[in-house]
């Protein structure tokens, strides 16, 4: 999937993957963060870092009537799984 394909890549380049609820201590452009391992936030870690990556997740919308089929249509998981180049292609969303 692109979530693995992504996480794979960055665990490449050496950047420190954490996994949680994440919240800033306030908006005053802090170099930590507050983590959490679940949503009930017990055992808060704090991660002091000078850069931060705020990876939400997402999982493609598929409407009912659309025949997402991975042949003619694709959504955003799906379309990287092709192995070749179409001639031409339409995106819609965002």
């Given at each position: ?10 665990e490449?380049?050496g ?7 994440a919240?800033?201590?306030d ?13 009930d ?5 704090t ?17 009912g009537?659309?025949p997402?089929?991975?042949?003619r ?8 799984q092709?192995?070749y180049?179409?001639?031409?292609m339409a995106?819609?969303?965002?």
């Amino acid at each position: 999937s692109n979530a693995q394909d992504v996480r794979r890549q960055l665990e490449f380049a050496g950047v420190d993957f954490i996994e949680g609820f994440a919240s800033f201590p306030d908006s005053g452009g802090t170099e930590s963060i507050f983590v959490t391992k679940s949503d009930d936030h017990s055992a808060i870690q704090t991660v002091n870092t000078k850069n931060v990556m705020v990876a939400t997740g997402s999982k493609p919308f598929r409407p009912g009537g659309i025949p997402f089929d991975g042949t003619r249509v694709f959504d955003s998981d799906s379309i990287n799984q092709i192995n070749y180049l179409p001639k031409s292609m339409a995106i819609t969303g965002s």
